[in-house]
């Protein structure tokens, strides 16, 4: 796809888990320590600063949002009278946690480093996390290579994962508990280092791959069926969204080190427009 995208917000130090919800995109900017409403013109508002990097957006069935307070491994519930702690995962992983699926029932699945990346620390393999609406936490799946973006099918049956160190996207069967079974390989592509995805409405993911400049959309088997280059830049998340849910948000920045970025604050949303519109969760 020799698609072009438009800068829909500049100004931002890493943008990261972007969600389509009530007609605005939420995005958390990770090292600026804050989470983002932007609209499809472009008015943007920040809506929570905190004490933490943060990634992983969701809402309850309630509508309570809840973000993921990375280092301090909490989730972090959102209202209009400020932030408190919905739930304390720090005992069950001692690694920073990242991106996040809330499912109709209220449980988020949360995945997370595995290991001290800023710290420069070996990869080790790490857990998936779920945690009930309820405050009840367990592990649903182990052995998994830098858990990172998620997705969940529209019938509620599947969840997908990418795997960033394990250069595939991985799927398993939801259970009526919500435990996962019949893990199977999704998609796995020489080089792929998947980072945020999202679904559309045939089944196939979007997903940033930073390292090689660009988005892609990939099939259930692993074929590619497109591609969004993004010179001179990495993208680490996207999201279908719009209204007609056919605008990628795309997450861009020049690196993902606290390092590289501190100089200045070049990470973007960025929008490009699609065929196919978003389907399932987030």
Request: charged share 20%; hydrophobic share 40%.
């Amino acid at each position: 796809m020799a698609a072009q995208t438009r800068v829909l917000l500049d100004g931002l130090w890493f943008p990261e888990g972007p969600r389509w919800h009530d007609g605005a995109l939420y995005f958390s900017d990770m090292h600026g320590h804050a989470v983002w409403r932007v609209t499809p013109n472009g008015k943007a508002n920040k809506i929570s600063e905190l004490d933490d990097e943060v990634s992983g957006l969701g809402w309850l069935p309630n509508g309570t949002m809840l973000v993921v307070s990375m280092a301090k491994r909490h989730l972090l519930r959102l209202t209009p009278e400020g932030s408190g702690i919905a739930v304390d995962l720090s005992s069950y992983v001692p690694n920073p946690i990242n991106d996040m699926v809330i499912d109709s029932h209220g449980r988020a699945y949360v995945g997370g480093f595995g290991y001290d990346l800023f710290a420069g620390e070996e990869p080790r393999p790490t857990v998936l996390l779920c945690a009930e609406a309820d405050g009840r936490v367990r592990a649903v799946a182990e052995d998994l290579h830098f858990p990172n973006g998620m997705v969940i099918t529209p019938d509620g049956n599947t969840l997908i994962v990418a795997e960033t160190l394990g250069a595939r996207m991985t799927a398993f069967q939801i259970q009526p508990d919500g435990g996962l079974t019949k893990r199977r390989v999704f998609a796995a592509i020489d080089g792929l280092i998947p980072d945020g995805c999202c679904l559309d409405a045939e089944g196939a993911l979007w997903v940033a791959w930073p390292g090689s400049n660009k988005v892609v959309r990939i099939l259930d088997g692993g074929k590619i069926t497109d591609t969004i280059e993004l010179p001179g830049r990495h993208a680490y998340a996207c999201m279908l969204g719009g209204p007609d849910r056919r605008d990628l948000h795309i997450c861009t920045a020049l690196g993902h080190m606290p390092e590289q970025i501190r100089a200045k604050p070049e990470g973007k949303i960025e929008v490009s427009r699609v065929d196919v519109p978003g389907a399932g969760l987030p």
